[in-house]
């Protein structure tokens, strides 16, 4: 909400004065993981009251017309912030190399990842991410993507440490951050800038621990800003904001202006002028398609339409897009005049209340089903699956001939490594195809198996 229409703390009077924070820490180098894992929290450190009162005056502002999308800093860089693994990992050419030699990429996707209800579900989700750096090295995740509403309610800085560095305080790879709506909104009770704690905790300067972060290792992520490129081995992401409205999704209008539409069309244009080859994803908070018969969770068209204008002027066209926001895993298909097929996929269960898409005591949706029917000008939509019952995460892997998106459900266990639901691209054809999976071992052990059974 723009914070000229915030009331004063309390219905009025002047505001106590709010202590200085304390200063982050400076290392110099990238940190992950604690030195040692340590067992999962079972409460939260800081109690989280409810929010019911700050809604209502929401509420109360939403009917006046007053909540209106805000502008946010201008990110490091330029037209088009970039970030590359490199500069992520410190600048560490043998990581960057093992990558490129093992010849794929994995990382992590996941949005809506905190709670204020307490740490059961969060850590239900981390433990399974974390089971996966257990895998073959060609297999194992080298960062994780956070797809927006990472502090609820109001992205606050004294809930980073619960709801954000001590759930992921074994996950021994970067972790970067989509803002979410919730990021960005500001309670109207709170005194601060929009986005500051998710500035300070993924945008800073340079590699240092955060005051959020308490005791933890893990610094600060160095990303240029809520908007940016980020560059790594097979794979390029096109990160937005799609501010803090509830619904829709925006990412230009006469409150925020047009920086982010240049920004794409700039990455997009570098993109053609390159001949990139590697896998092109878009990741953003508010998804472009979305189902459900409860929730007011829906498509934000507006922000499809921009997005879809500068990809039609340049040319370009994302492989996939990767959102949150819904609570809950849905997966689109988006089949272009072309014929290429786009995954839109949306995995907002990474460990907030989970909503249903269904209405009460009725089934859900049966799927596949076509959203919208291919019309002159008109692309058709597909809605190919989804989970409104469990937590979990998308697992990407991207190589140079394919770009895969994995979805596994948290309840299924450390110990399972088979997707709940996955969708492969050709990045030549950009059309849906079989996986080209790796001979990780098991074909000789089935070769051996089919061996003995035959008496040989």
């Not at 009770?189 to 893990?218: I, K, M, Q, W």
């Not at 799927?367 to 029917?373: A, D, F, N």
């Amino acid at each position: 909400m723009s914070t000229h229409h915030r009331p004063r703390h309390g219905g009025g009077g002047t505001p106590p004065a709010t202590p200085p924070a304390p200063a982050p820490r400076p290392v110099g180098h990238p940190i992950f993981a604690q030195p040692a894992p340590t067992a999962d929290p079972t409460t939260f450190t800081v109690t989280h009251p409810s929010d019911a009162a700050a809604y209502a005056e929401i509420a109360k502002l939403n009917a006046q017309g007053l909540i209106k999308p805000l502008p946010f800093p201008a990110p490091r860089g330029g037209v088009e912030p970039t970030l590359t693994l490199d500069q992520v990992f410190g600048g560490n050419p043998v990581a960057i190399g093992n990558i490129t030699s093992q010849g794929q990429i994995v990382f992590h996707a996941l949005g809506d990842c905190g709670s204020a209800r307490g740490p059961t579900t969060q850590n239900q989700v981390t433990d399974k991410l974390v089971s996966d750096f257990q895998d073959h090295a060609i297999e194992t995740p080298q960062f994780a993507l956070l797809l927006g509403d990472i502090i609820y309610n109001f992205g606050e800085a004294q809930y980073y440490y619960d709801q954000f560095y001590d759930p992921y305080r074994d996950y021994s790879a970067p972790v970067l951050a989509v803002a979410g709506n919730h990021d960005g909104m500001v309670s109207p009770f709170a005194h601060v800038a929009t986005l500051e704690a998710y500035l300070r905790n993924f945008c800073a300067d340079t590699f240092e621990v955060a005051p959020e972060a308490g005791a933890l290792s893990r610094t600060a992520q160095i990303q240029p800003g809520v908007f940016f490129t980020l560059e790594a081995p097979f794979v390029r992401i096109l990160v937005l904001y799609s501010n803090m409205l509830e619904d829709p999704g925006v990412i230009q209008n006469a409150d925020i202006g047009d920086s982010q539409i240049q920004f794409l069309r700039a990455a997009l244009a570098r993109v053609k002028a390159e001949n990139y080859q590697g896998a092109l994803l878009f990741a953003h908070h508010h998804p472009a398609y979305t189902y459900s018969a409860t929730s007011r969770h829906g498509w934000s068209v507006q922000m499809l339409a921009d997005m879809d204008a500068v990809c039609t002027e340049v040319g370009v066209w994302p492989h996939a897009v990767l959102a949150g926001h819904v609570h809950n895993y849905q997966r689109f298909t988006r089949t272009r005049p072309d014929g290429s097929h786009i995954p839109y996929v949306a995995c907002g269960n990474g460990g907030h209340n989970v909503l249903p898409l269904g209405r009460r005591g009725q089934p859900g949706p049966r799927v596949p089903q076509v959203l919208q029917p291919a019309a002159a000008g008109v692309d058709q939509v597909t809605f190919e699956n989804y989970d409104d019952i469990n937590y979990g995460y998308l697992r990407v892997i991207a190589d140079p001939k394919q770009l895969r998106i994995e979805y596994h459900a948290a309840s299924d266990g450390p110990g399972v490594k088979s997707p709940d639901d996955a969708v492969t691209i050709d990045l030549a054809t950009r059309q849906t195809t079989a996986y080209l999976a790796n001979d990780l071992g098991h074909p000789a052990e089935a070769m051996a198996i089919r061996r003995l059974r035959m008496g040989a």
